[in-house]
């Protein structure tokens, strides 16, 4: 049979909830010296108790300065990989950016009659399709504007 589950929520009780600290501080560092001697492992744990109590445990063969540094020196090199990745994908992400502004920019010169003289055959024809498009919608709104005028007018 075992315990039912533990509601995770702030012990309201003063007394109630200064055991089960002590209880669990307890718990926590026997757990981390049982898996510095069986593992090999370098384990470092800092508890701070609501009334600023330090409680620490380090690994018997380590101290504190090679823990510190052995993390810090993982943690920046992670931090430098991260950054390197997304230093990649910007990187790409500025480089697509650039060839569309650049197809952008083409785009609105042939439109305005510019550099015509790079276009093929089919993209002249695209074009005066557009054009044409462009003229009839213009015509279209013309009209309208005019028999606005003229009930507005009458």
Known sequence: MGRGKVVLKRIENKVSRQVTFSKRRGGLLKKAHELAVLCDAHVGVVILSS???LFE???PRTSWSEVIQRYDAISNAQHQETNHD????????????RRECDQLKANIRRQTGEDLASLSTEELDNLQKQLESALDKDELLNQQLDESRRKVIA
């Open 51 to 53: 009334r600023g109590k």
């Open 57 to 59: 445990y380090c690994s």
């Open 86 to 97: 997304d230093d990649q994908q910007m990187s790409v992400e500025i480089a697509r950016l």
